[in-house]
């Protein structure tokens, strides 16, 4: 008999064992179904969530960098914050080389974030930010457009609405060109953002962005405003030299002494996706530790059944050892079926954790869909195939072994 038909033939008496005893083929299966439907569970939910913010970071491009003060919690509770001055700005566009589009934003609160439109009122996350905020962070018109240079020079009030508020608001017809009122003051719609959706919740269409310069007028100039500052790297070869410069000139004009900690952050694209890189692949490597107990306890469990199996059957092996059987087949037998029972469990798993992830991401507003990478599944599966390979060369061997004239005399 060919190799092929052992193994054909190893499969079929393999399948016909495991649905004669259907309901202990599944119990036995419990550990292994267990085990991959956590991993998969965890890493759908991750890869998802990832794939998410990559899709957000996308928008931003890779050469932009951002900075926004940063205060240690001990500060924070004595109420000492750390802020960016226009100063700052001044300073980063006339001293510092291999930088773009330095623009820079700010929070709109209060009554500044209140609108009206026709009597009726809704509020929304309201931001002063540069005309070169659109370029930077991929924040572009689907109608109208965005603010010009000459809009922030003339310190205009022409506002864009995400599309969000367009519907808060209830404004019939096109948008562009009505007028609304932010706090007290009359604003003429000029763009309508391309929609974004929402992220961990936070609806990003629900926001209105005005020129900064106006935003710094209707603040009064007496006030230090909170602001974040961003710009393009002009060649990324040299980034770390900016990134240098950058705390040079940040820290002089802070007046920090040369042991003092930094009271800013600069972050990139990258650097967040790095950051979010590593926190996902914490939790693969403990979702993985999960899964690999689990899989150890499956696997002594299938162990046992087998051993088991094999005491039950030892008449049957030595009928087909008397029929002339050798010692290959019934090895393959039984390890094809320990294999099968492993791969049953991890396909139950699979569906099982595939199936959980969907209902924990359906639950949470603004959770981004589950998704299932490739190499989870083949890895799930595969790991599963060793596993039985593993547990199952045991009692495989242990029945190979058998003498056909002992196994016949078995009671």
Same mark, same amino acid.
């Given at each position: 008999?060919?190799?092929?038909a052992i193994? #054909? ?6 399948? %016909?064992? /495991? ?8 119990? $036995?299966?419990? %550990? /292994? ?12 939910v ?13 928008g931003?491009? $890779? ?19 750390? +802020? ?21 934003? $700010? ?9 009206s ?10 931001a002063g @930010? ?8 991929g ?5 109208? *457009? ?5 809009d922030?020079?003339?310190? *205009? ?29 009359? !604003? ?7 929609? *974004?959706?929402?992220?961990?919740? !936070? ?12 935003? +710094?007028?209707?603040?009064? =100039? ?20 900016? @990134? ?6 940040? +820290? ?7 042991d003092?900690?930094d ?18 692949? $914490?939790?693969?490597? @403990? ?5 690999? @107990?689990s899989?150890?306890?499956?696997g ?5 059944i ?12 030595? /009928? ?13 037998? =039984? ?9 049953l ?5 699979l ?10 991401t359906?639950?949470?507003? %603004? ?26 060369i045991?009692? #495989? /061997? ?5 003498h ?8």
């Open positions: 008999m060919s190799n092929n193994l #054909a033939e190893s499969l079929r008496a393999a399948v %016909g064992a /495991i649905r004669a005893h259907g309901m202990r083929s599944v119990l $036995t299966t419990l %550990g /292994i179904v267990i085990g991959i439907a956590s991993v998969i569970a965890v890493v759908a991750v890869q998802g969530l990832t794939a998410s913010i990559d899709k957000q970071l996308a931003m491009g $890779t050469n932009v960098l951002s900075i926004s003060p940063y205060t240690p919690l001990k500060d924070q509770i004595t109420g000492n914050f750390a +802020r960016l001055r226009e100063e700052d700005v001044d300073s980063i566009r006339g001293s510092v080389s291999g930088v773009a589009n330095v623009t820079v934003s $700010t929070p709109l609160v209060g009554t500044l974030s209140t609108l439109y026709q009597g009726r009122k809704a509020s929304a996350i309201a @930010v540069g005309y070169a905020y659109a370029d930077l962070y924040a572009y018109t689907d109608k109208g *457009r965005f603010f010009s240079k000459s922030e020079q003339s310190r *205009r009030r022409v506002t864009v609405l995400g599309k969000t508020v367009v519907s808060n608001l209830k404004i019939v017809g096109d948008p562009i060109g009505q007028y609304l009122q932010l706090g007290q003051e009359w !604003f003429k719609v000029i763009g309508v953002l391309e929609e *974004r959706g929402k992220f961990f919740g !936070f609806d990003q269409d629900d926001q209105i962005l005005i020129p900064y310069s106006t935003a +710094r007028a209707l603040q009064g =100039f007496v006030s230090t405003p909170n602001l974040n500052i961003s710009m393009a790297i002009t060649d990324l070869g040299q980034q770390d030299k900016v @990134v240098e410069q950058l705390k040079r000139v940040l +820290r002089r004009n802070h007046g920090l002494a040369k003092a900690p009271d800013f952050e600069l972050q990139t694209a990258k650097q967040m996706q790095e950051r979010i890189g590593a926190i996902t692949n $914490t939790t693969t490597l @403990v979702a993985a530790g999960v899964v690999g @107990v899989l150890l306890v499956g002594i469990g299938i162990m046992n087998m051993l088991v199996s094999v005491t039950e059957r030892t008449r049957e092996i030595g /009928i087909l050892k008397a029929l002339g059987a050798t010692r290959a087949h019934i090895l393959w037998q =039984f390890l094809a079926e320990a294999v099968l029972l492993c791969l469990g991890g396909m139950i798993g569906a099982l954790g595939y199936g959980l992830a969907l209902a924990v359906a639950m949470i507003p %603004g959770m981004p869909a589950a998704t299932v990478p490739w190499w989870a599944i083949a890895l799930s599966l595969s790991f599963s195939a060793f596993v039985g390979v593993l547990f199952g045991l009692p #495989a /061997i242990k029945a190979a072994n058998l056909p004239i002992d196994a016949l005399r078995y009671e």
